[in-house]
C-alpha cells in the first residue's frame, strides 16, 4: 500500500533529527508518532513542506482570533487547533526530509511562524480571560501576556543567536552539555516545561477545558521572564569569555 510505504520511508528519513527530538518528551511520544500519519497524505496529493507551513500559520492566527473573541468554547477550540498547529510544524520537516527540500528558507519561514504564533497568542489569552471571569486586575492579565510574548520570543533569540557563535566549547552550551550533569538535567526539565514541543501545549489545553487559563498565563507569564532574565545574563557573560 503506497501510504504505508511512504510513511516507512518518512521514518527512515527521520534520522538525526530524532536525537534532537528525544530533549522533548511530548513531541517525541506523542506529536511525531501522530506527523507520522499525517504526513503521508500530504505526500500523496504532492503537497510542499512551506505551504503546509504556511497552513500551520492559518492555525496559530485562527486561534489568537478564537481566543480573542473570547468565551468557554472558542478557547477549547484555539487551544486544539494550536495543538494542530504544533503537528503540522512536525509534518513539515517530515516532508522537508522526505522531498529532500530542506533550505534556508525553509528553516527560516518554520521559526518565523512558530515566533509569530506566540507572539500574538499569549496576548489573545489575556484578552480573553479579561473578558471572562478572572480573579486579576486586568492590567496584570495583560502584564503577564506581554510577558509570556516577549519572554518566549526573545529568550529564544538570544539561545539560537548564541547558538551560531563558531566556539565548539559554547556553540551549545546548555543541550551540548554532560547528559549527567546538573546543568543538562536542569536543560531537559525546564526544555521540556516550557517548550511547545514540550509540555506548553497540553497544558494550555487542559488549561481551557478545566477553566485555568488565568494559572496557565500566570505560569507561563513569569516563567518565560525569568528566563529571558537568566539567559540574557548567563549568555553575555559566557560570551566575554570567549
Keep these: 500500500m503506497r501510504f504505508l510505504r511512504i510513511k516507512s520511508r518518512i521514518i527512515d528519513e527521520y534520522g538525526d533529527k530524532k536525537k534532537e527530538d528525544i530533549q522533548e518528551s511530548f513531541a517525541y511520544y506523542f506529536i511525531r508518532p501522530i506527523s507520522f500519519w499525517v504526513s503521508p497524505l500530504f505526500v500523496i496529493f504532492n503537497v510542499s513542506a512551506n505551504f503546509v507551513t504556511w497552513l500551520s500559520l492559518i492555525f496559530g492566527l485562527s486561534a489568537f482570533v478564537l481566543f480573542f473573541k473570547g468565551g468557554y468554547e472558542f ?14 510544524d512536525h509534518v513539515d520537516g517530515n516532508l522537508a526530509r522526505y522531498y529532500k527540500t530542506q533550505s534556508l528558507f525553509g528553516d527560516f519561514l518554520d521559526s518565523l511562524v512558530c515566533y509569530i504564533v506566540f507572539a500574538f497568542i499569549p496576548i489573545s489569552i489575556s484578552h480573553s480571560l479579561a473578558n471572562d471571569n478572572h480573579s486579576l486586575d486586568i492590567k496584570e492579565l495583560y502584564i503577564l501576556g506581554w510577558m509570556f510574548s516577549i519572554g518566549f520570543i526573545l529568550s529564544r533569540l538570544i539561545y539560537q543567536k548564541f547558538k551560531q557563535i563558531d566556539n565548539k566549547k559554547y556553540k551549545n552550551v546548555l543541550s551540548g552539555s554532560n547528559r549527567n550533569s546538573l546543568l ?16 506548553l501545549v497540553p497544558f494550555l489545553v487542559l488549561s481551557s477545558i478545566f477553566r485555568q487559563l488565568e494559572l496557565f498565563l500566570i505560569f507561563y507569564g513569569l516563567g518565560y521572564f525569568s528566563i529571558l532574565v537568566y539567559s540574557s545574563a548567563s549568555f553575555i557573560l559566557k560570551s566575554k569569555n570567549l
Excluded: D, T
Aim: charged share 5%.
Design 75 to 88: 478557547q477549547i477550540i484555539a487551544s486544539i487547533f494550536i495543538l494542530i498547529w504544533l503537528i503540522l
Design 184 to 199: 543538562h538535567k536542569s536543560f531537559y526539565f525546564v526544555n521540556n516545561l516550557f517548550n511547545p514541543s514540550g509540555m
